[in-house]
Structures are given as structure tokens and as C-alpha cells.
């Protein structure tokens, strides 16, 4: 009889001064896979406390703030990455490329190039628990940095993300959320949508409830970066009936300079 994937546990820890890393775990098998390890010690204290051991790690990108953890906590587990970035990850015992599909924790988990914060940058998506793993590509209200890739390239990435499931839930690597909020009232001032989620946001930073994950859905509402091709964004930054990839490259410069 298959599982019931519902069951599955899934465990957002805040690292270091603004990071998450994200425990899945599936407690009829037992299996636990970390998605990206910023530091060892509060992943180690959270998988001690709940008794729980690691079987897989899920590198998403070669940054150190999503890597530095990993020699610490590998023991026993398998690690996995992009190909693409195997020169300059921690050593991976699965090397995995775009389109590729794996088994972590008894699921079936989609390797998604997500490249434009770096080249290389992946996301992993588990449609039976309706959950995408998203790191520095999507995230709530923002998307990461182009530190190597270009506008277009992460435009490509974001469109991927966007095509998943719609109540699909979207785990970034980072609290950023306010910021974004900020940003993205600039960008949209009239987005109704828009308003009410920042309202949520500011609430919920307020007593320090972490934003992620979100609901894939509400970026589609009231993620910029996701709306480059909507007629409401293209109006609101005066570029109505203009190419996409112009419109995302604009919103994403006057991001670096907010
Ligand atoms: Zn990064
Ligand atoms: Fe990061």
C-alpha cells in the first residue's frame, strides 16, 4: 500500500542572522532530508530534539551560507547537487541535473535548474507533499540576487517555478520577506492583493513568525518578479505591452538599487 504522503513532517529552521533550512520527514519510514545546511548546530539540536537522524542532504546552490553545515552533518547521509556545481559543493554522493527525478524520504522529488542568483542554482519539488524547495531562485514577495546569471536566465527560472502547482508550497532560503514587502509596494502601490499580504507580513514579523514558507499562489498575486508579463505590473511601471524579459530585468534592477 503506498503511504500516505500528508504525513510527511516538514520543519523550517531559522540559521544564522536571516536563513532557513527546511527538515522533511517521513515518519513511517523514518527518512529525514535537510534542504541546505547554513550552519550545523541548530539543524543538529532540532534533529536531536526530535529524535529524528539525517538520511538525505539537498544542496540547492554553492553559496556558503547554504553549504557551511554540511561537513558537520553528513554522517551517514546522502548528499545531493547539481552537476552543474559539483566543482564547488562538498563532495555529492548524487549529482543531479534538471529534469531529474529522485527519491528522498519515500517521495518522488523533481531537480528544477533554477539558475540566475548563480549558474548552477537548483530547486527541488515534491509534488505529493506540495512542497518546492526553492533556496535563493523564488522567494516570498523576492527573488535571489543575479550574482552570475543574467535577468533573462532567472526570468526562465521563475517561469519554471511559477508552472507548479498552484497550491504548491514555496520554501526559500531566507527572511527577506519585509524587505521585499517594501520593495514591492513600489512596484505595485494599487495591488489589493499586494496590500493585504504586507499587512499579514508585518504582522506576523511583529512577534517574529518566519514568512516561509508561502503559498505559490500568493507569490503569483504579489510577487514582482512573477508578474513581469501581467498587464497590471507592466501598466504600474509604465511598460504596458513590453517583452517580459525587459520588464523582469527592469524590476529586478531597480531591486539592487532599493
Ligand atoms: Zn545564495
Ligand atoms: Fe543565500
Redesign the pocket.
Known amino acids: 500500500m503506498p503511504e500516505n504522503a500528508q504525513t510527511h513532517q516538514i520543519v523550517v529552521i531559522p540559521c544564522l542572522s536571516d ?1 532557513y533550512a527546511v527538515l522533511i520527514h517521513n515518519p513511517d519510514s523514518g527518512q529525514t532530508a535537510l534542504v ?1 545546511a ?1 550552519e550545523a548546530a541548530p539543524i543538529q539540536a532540532e534533529l536531536d530534539a526530535r529524535g529524528w537522524t539525517l538520511t538525505d542532504i539537498l544542496i540547492t ?1 554553492h ?1 556558503d ?2 553549504i557551511d553545515g554540511v561537513a558537520a552533518l553528513r554522517s551517514g547521509a546522502r548528499v545531493v547537487g547539481a552537476t552543474a556545481d559539483a566543482h564547488r559543493l562538498p563532495a555529492l554522493d548524487l549529482a543531479v541535473s534538471d529534469g531529474d527525478t529522485i527519491e528522498v524520504c519515500g517521495v518522488i522529488t523533481e531537480v528544477l535548474d533554477v539558475s540566475g ?1 548563480t549558474l548552477g542554482h537548483i530547486a527541488y519539488h515534491m509534488p505529493e507533499v506540495s512542497a518546492a524547495f526553492t ?2 531562485s523564488l522567494m516570498a514577495m523576492g527573488c ?1 540576487r543575479l550574482f552570475e546569471g543574467t535577468p533573462d536566465q532567472m526570468w526562465t527560472s521563475l517561469q519554471k517555478l511559477r508552472a507548479l502547482p498552484q497550491d504548491t508550497m514555496i520554501y526559500s ?2 527572511e527577506y520577506t519585509a524587505s521585499n514587502a517594501k520593495f514591492a509596494l513600489t512596484i505595485e502601490p494599487d495591488n489589493a492583493a499586494l496590500i493585504s499580504r504586507v499587512r499579514q507580513i508585518t504582522a506576523d514579523r511583529a512577534v517574529g513568525t518566519p514568512t516561509v514558507p508561502s503559498k505559490l499562489s500568493d507569490e503569483i498575486a504579489t510577487n514582482p518578479f512573477l508578474r513581469a508579463d501581467n498587464p497590471e505590473l507592466q501598466k504600474a511601471v509604465n511598460m504596458a505591452g513590453a517583452n517580459a524579459n525587459d520588464v523582469f530585468a527592469y524590476v529586478r534592477k531597480a531591486k539592487d538599487t532599493f
Do not use: R
Open positions: 536563513n541546505d547554513p546552490h553559496h551560507d547554504h542568483h533556496a535563493d535571489g532560503g531566507h
